[in-house]
């Protein structure tokens, strides 16, 4: 085994890959649509295969956040994280109070095996935070049920499933843009006609309003933030396949 070189420091965090690769997925699935004024489907494969990556993308963005914070406090208050870290300053600052409890949440779950949402709940509420929009997190849970169900999928007759009316109702009072290259409207609107460019920039935004409201509501500045400010994500997504 390689002898690792004294000072390197490599513990990153993923959610600002996650959030490029929800973004770059969506505007690939938005240059196809473009691309096909006249509703041509095929190959509708390409199509779906982004937008599909894309959904599941940024439901994985909004937990590495979360996840991203209460980790680095639990490893900070076992000195388990290098001074050096360049990310160690995202958490570090935090009172002292707030930071003693993530931590023994964060051991009490296991490591954070909890439901996504209870866990910015709790970080809002370890930081004495203001009541967070119900918008935003009716969003995130749509979000969150839109990609268990596309992630834990079941055959199933989409007329008449319960979940598949929930979806197109919610989707639609959202004035979300079906997928215009889907085909005939006779059928189902879950999943075929729903998955669009627009509901894959929509995941996107739903998942960054909370991971946005969450951080600035207890102080923090989250890396993926840190990196929309400078030059990582400069190359629009889409630009290279264009």
């Not at 390409?46 to 599909?52: D, I």
């Not at 996504?116 to 049920?145: C, H, M, S, V």
């Not at 007759?157 to 079906?178: S, V």
Request: proline share 7%; net charge positive.
């Amino acid at each position: 085994m390689a002898k690792l070189a004294q000072g390197i420091v490599d513990r990153p965090h993923v959610s600002p890959w996650l959030l490029w690769t929800a973004e770059h997925q969506a505007a690939l699935a938005r240059l196809i649509e473009q691309a096909r004024p006249d509703g041509r489907r095929h190959p509708w494969i390409e199509h779906r295969a982004y937008v599909l990556s894309s959904i599941a993308a940024a439901a994985a963005f909004l937990e590495a956040v979360i996840n991203e914070l209460f980790q680095d406090v639990e490893d900070q208050s076992r000195d388990a994280m290098t001074p050096g870290d360049p990310l160690s300053d995202v958490t570090r600052h935090l009172p002292a109070r707030m930071r003693s409890a993530m931590s023994m949440y964060w051991v009490n779950t296991r490591a954070g095996l909890a439901p996504t949402l209870e866990k910015y709940q709790r970080l809002l509420q370890f930081g004495g935070a203001p009541p967070i929009n119900p918008r935003t997190w009716a969003d995130a849970a749509l979000l969150i049920d839109i990609r268990n169900a596309i992630l834990h999928y079941r055959p199933r007759d989409n007329f008449t499933a319960r979940q598949a009316h929930t979806f197109e109702t919610e989707l639609k009072k959202r004035r979300i843009t079906a997928n215009p290259i889907s085909g005939s409207d006779r059928r189902a609107y879950w999943p075929e006609r729903a998955l669009s460019s627009d509901l894959a920039f929509w995941t996107i935004g739903a998942a960054m309003t909370l991971t946005d409201q969450a951080c600035a509501a207890v102080g923090v500045d989250p890396s993926y933030a840190r990196h929309k400010r400078g030059s990582w994500f400069d190359q629009a997504p889409g630009t290279s396949e264009a």
